[in-house]
């Protein structure tokens, strides 16, 4: 009998954090290292924040509060949520939660079963193919292409949908192709999932880059579409728009009080409650006049650096990339470099047993890593069922600009050293 339950084997990662053990070990070789890989703004949570979250703990609020979260910041976030998607919200449909992944795994714990099936977009966050495969449901990824600007249109998620359909999962802004889902776009996919949807199917919204749009854009939310709110959990967070990701502050609103109740339990379960001092910050960001000019400060550093960002990625033979709309990553297509480098090629060449634990993206991305000093997210990181011959790597924009410039200018000249390449698979024994 093994030490480990079965169903571990079908938990996911998150390689933007499990990277950080070849980062380490790169340091450790005096290697210089520009970091692309994780998410997370490069700016510390504002001044008018942090000092409610001090004076709360100097005050004594720090102990148990409510499971479901405090009342008071409750209330901030349904009124937020009324304000800018125009939908009726009820504090006891809120529930507050440590960051924003946490409703991804009380949803597949909710209203999943073995054998339902779950769609959800690929690329697009890892946890949630982590997620559905470790309940045992089916994953039925929405594969999102780079000719169509990484969206996806009504008919290509109504060819998924079947009776066995429990959940579909949307995430505009979107981690990691910056794509963002148009009014246009959502009213359409609103029609289908009225139109084929079971009625007990629940859409899961991941809207924590709500925040971060360019060019002009506003965000907009499947939730505000018509009956759509009676089906949509609704998930946002403190950590990317307001640079709070140490923080941990989450927050679902659930379709009914009943739902919400489920959602609470599982907190009382798992987490106890979120820091009631820590949420008490978290309502001084959603309510303060200051945090708008703050938020606008980092979009516009964003997208000076997404504009730069892209036309050096593109200035790279073998590289092609896309001009995101929202959030604060870039996905260029990296084929052109694999098969100038001959990645593909010796992908090609392996070993079954081998090849089957990596990619030729992956394979790029160390050789970027162990070689020049760049780390960055190759494609499998993000969904790996069905991406075979998809070769992406995701570059997060959340560094400093003298960083981007020197990071962009090693994976220029990494470019063109095929000899390196083949020289480091020699050397290297990553893969076994």
Known sequence: MSVFASRIAALGTENAFKLGEDIARCLERGIDVVKFNLGEPDFDSAPHINQVGMDQIAAGNSHYCDPQGILPFRKAIATHLANTRGIETDPARVVVTPGAKPPIGYTMSTYVDPGDEVIYPSPGFPIYESWVTYVGARPVPLQLSEESNFRFTPKDLGALITDRTKVIILNSPSNPTGGVLSRDDLEGIAEVIRDKAPDN?????????????????????????????????????????????????????????????????????????????????????????????????????????????????????????????????????????????????????????????????????????????????????????????????????????????????????ASEDRDGFHAFLEEETLWG
């Open 201 to 413: 199917v629940r859409v899961y919204s991941d809207e924590v880059y709500e925040h971060i749009l360019f060019d002009g854009e506003s965000h907009v939310s499947i939730a505000s579409m018509e009956g759509m709110a009676e089906r949509t959990v609704l998930v946002s967070g403190h950590s990317k728009g307001f640079a709070m990701t140490g923080w941990r502050l989450g927050y679902a609103l659930l379709p009914t009080r009943e739902e919400a109740a489920v959602f609470k339990q599982l907190n009382i379960n798992l987490v106890s409650c979120v820091p009631p001092f820590i949420q008490e910050a978290g309502r001084e960001a959603l309510t303060s006049p200051k945090t708008a000019e703050t938020v606008a400060e980092m979009v516009t550093a964003f997208q000076r650096r997404r504009d730069w960002v892209v036309q050096g990625l593109n200035a790279i033979d073998g590289i092609q990339c896309q001009n995101p709309k929202g959030a604060f990553y870039v996905f260029p297509n990296v084929q052109g470099v694999c098969e100038k480098l001959g990645v593909i090629e010796a992908w090609n060449r392996m070993p079954k047993e081998i090849s089957s634990r990596t990619s030729p993206s992956n394979m790029l991305q160390m050789f970027f890593l162990y070689r020049y000093g760049v780390a960055t997210m190759d494609r499998n990181s993000f969904g790996q069922i069905g991406a075979g011959g998809q070769h992406f790597l995701r570059l997060s924009i959340a560094n400093s600009m003298e960083q981007l410039q020197e990071g962009v200018g090693r994976m220029a000249e």
